[in-house]
Nanobody, 116 residues
């Protein structure tokens, strides 16, 4: 079965950096993309970034473009989100999810990012 473990969150000052990791296991052949999402208290889940299976295509929300970089190491079954120039509005719980046959069905426990 699909398992996702996010890590790397923490508390940083504005302008700082963090690198989130998402270790995946059990993903199926129908997975062509891994996405990062975030949810701030009282707000809806927001898509942040995606990377396709071979890593050749990446995409970012306008709010993070130029500051965040998504990457993957298929040998380690891990997807990363490098977050630079963090802002207070980046404060949220961050989740990764595989897109399987066009839908995000599986979610990890999330990792908390707090920017002050």
């Amino acid at each position: 079965h699909v398992q996702l473990v996010e890590s790397g969150g923490g508390s940083v000052q504005a302008g700082g950096s963090l690198r989130l990791s998402c270790e995946l296991s059990g993903i199926t052949e129908g997975t062509n993309c891994i996405g990062w999402f975030r949810q701030a208290p009282g707000k809806e889940l927001e898509w942040v970034s995606s990377i396709y299976s071979d890593g050749s295509i990446t995409d970012y929300a306008d709010s993070v473009k130029g500051r965040f970089t998504i990457s993957r190491d298929n040998a380690k079954n891990t997807v990363y989100l490098q977050m630079n120039s963090l802002k207070s509005e980046d404060t949220a719980t961050y989740y990764c999810a595989p897109r399987e046959y066009g839908a995000y069905r599986y979610w990890g426990q999330g990792t908390q990012v707090t920017v002050s």
